[in-house]
DNA sequence: TATGAATGAGTTTTCATTCAT
DNA sequence: GATGAATGAAAACTCATTCAT
């Protein structure tokens, strides 16, 4: 019941707020700065508590960093499971689901900084790019090059609004980006039959078209 | 004209490369470190010089990143425009030619990192970034959403390497890649002819397509 | 009137125990650590309260620090007061006395470890040294030089047993050094009647063996 | 030849110097407060440097420590071997010598002090405790418990100085403590012969005499 | 020019102390 | 009384920058 937890007092409810409000305000600034360039006092601000009490639930701000890609990744990674496990339809139709589902999950939420971050710091934290890798790219990866190539328009949109879009006077319509590119994409793949494997099942078997 | 240089005392050969020594050892480390977490003593000592000589050729860090940059990209300008200028051919083998031209000279060698250092840093240094943007990107995207398309497989790949390939066991081969991602790119333009549009000259008026 | 304490309720028992409960943990972790390296946090989790009832008992590590020591000091002082009064016999017999109950009460008990609290900080806390030196020190000090040669072999073996015994992987054993200790100073002594005056009555004076 | 040292510039004069400065500031900052009270700017100020320059010279704070240990240690230990070695006469000479010895390497200066700080530091610092127990302390407990007893006058003297001294209006003439307590011990010997046992030569066998 | 010792401002981290619950 | 979340002053440590040599 909802009712039991306003009653609580407001400093238990806050404590558990907290962990996710700090790294929510560390997502935010070190996706804008970088790791090394974002001072652990202006996350503490952002997120409204003080220097010291970011200690109170992370050891240090590499943890925090850690956390901040953790809870960033499973969720997405959930989601998308459950999108592609749900899945009934041609394979060109799962592409286009999962591409909504993540620019409405991730591309178009504070999520999508994520990618950025993974590509600015995978050589100054070697394991957490490992999980990242492990846990996000590679299953894609597995398949064949066509996947990066699928993915890369999709991939290079995210990275381009956490860093240069900041220089596009043009607003840009994200939506129709990503419509224009499914397209584009779909239309490359489109002769190869057989190259669209996203989903483990018969159903992209060789000699069988895309569009089911 | 080479054995001009090669006859003239070490000392002052070494005068005029000092800058070209640093801002390339300065490249490979904010390449792999990033801007902030780079210490300039290691900058000189992988250029065989003290800390101190570093402030005899750049103002400071700031000075030097900005070196970096503008001598990553403006080398890369000049031939991808007098590749465009010298080109005699259709469309789609200018765009082979680009994208092969490019990672010869570019994405092969320590320039490719430049793309994941503005990236990385483009929101902590927003001239640099506007300049890389108005240099770089500008051309590109004046004409339409899909040149966006048709790059991002090549500017992804090279952002890739210099991130999170060293997650990556499988060696790869950069050139197959490359060759894949051209004819995929083809393909997906394909169908709509007019819109290759790289190089400004009527060859890429709408109703001709790329494949001349 | 045990009984009486015994009925009481467990919540006020432990009121009036927890001063007690503070400085015991508090004498520990201080000799172990030294003040200024033990945390308040840990002394409060060794008593098994929060850190903020500390505050309820004390005004602060320092006001603590204080207590601990008056605390380990008081009592054992009485003891020696009255082990003294209440001696009949030889002067050497006394010593034996003294050093044997000492050990009993303070060297052989977690007090043994002010000795070397006040040789650590005795410069950081003037006021408590002062107190020390008066009450515990001075007397002794007052007669002649001998008080010191006198003493120091059992000083010396409290301090040690809460600093480098760590090192000493031989278990030792207690009694047989403080025995042997005791023979050797008596022996020291022997030829220089007069010497010792721990008692402060003629017992001691000039030209009485401390045989008696 | 001295000229050449008065020739090499100051700078570099000084970056030799520099350590010893250091170290010699920390013993006895370290000694009067202990190691975690002592603020690391107090020690640069002391030695007339600043923060930063202690890092050029030291790792850190412990490391600092370290070789405030193991500098005041090692010096003393070659002085001591050096007379134990060159002595020709008596043990009781033998004695006597070491103790005066020490008293004006040692004892009189602020390397006496470094017994105290072993003694308050022992377990916050086992790695130093266990060095400085295995180096100094461990052949003289060797022998037998009377090396103790015929130490700790004099041990416990040094620590004195460094502690509870301040405590003492009376100046105190350490000197005559000196004799007065080599005295007081080798009384406390005499009648044990053999026991006397710290040069390991024919000198000190059983039976006899160490007045020789 | 070139060096590298020295600096000190800036950042992370710790922990005694407070106070709302 | 008791708690423990929150605070912020203080201390360790880093590193861009300066400057005497």
Same mark, same amino acid.
């Given at each position: /019941?909802? !009712? ?12 558990? %707020? ?30 409204? @508590? ?26 997405? $990674?959930?989601? %998308? ?20 589902? &993540? ?13 950025? $971050? /993974? ?21 894609? !990866? *597995?398949? *064949?090059? &066509? ?11 995210? @990275? &381009? ?6 220089? *596009? ?11 224009? %590119? $499914?397209?584009? @994409? ?5 002769? *190869? ?20």
């Amino acid at each position: /019941m909802s !009712r039991d937890t306003s009653v609580r007092p407001r400093r238990e409810r806050r404590k558990e %707020a907290r962990p996710a409000e700090l790294t929510a305000a560390a997502l935010d600034l070190f996706v804008e700065r970088g790791f090394a360039a974002t001072r652990l006092e202006d996350i503490a601000a952002r997120a409204g @508590v003080s220097k010291g009490t970011l200690y109170l639930y992370f050891a240090g701000k590499e943890d925090l960093f850690k956390a901040v890609v953790r809870e960033g990744i499973v969720p997405a $990674l959930t989601q %998308a499971e459950t999108l592609i496990a749900e899945h009934r339809g041609s394979a060109s139709d799962l592409l286009r689901s999962l591409i909504r589902g &993540w620019w409405q999950l991730i591309g178009s939420t504070p999520l999508g900084g994520i990618t950025k $971050l /993974m590509i600015a710091e995978a050589r100054n934290f070697p394991e957490i790019a490992q999980f990242y890798y492990d846990e996000v790219l590679r299953r894609a !990866r *597995d398949v *064949d090059t &066509w996947q990066q190539l699928v993915f890369s328009p999709f991939i290079m949109f995210a @990275v &381009w609004r956490h860093s240069l879009a900041c220089c *596009d006077a043009r607003a840009g319509a994200p939506e129709a980006y990503i419509e224009a %590119a $499914l397209d584009f @994409v779909l239309r490359g793949l489109r002769s *190869d039959p057989g190259s669209l494997s996203i989903s483990r099942e018969p159903a992209a078997a060789p000699g069988r078209s895309p569009e089911g």
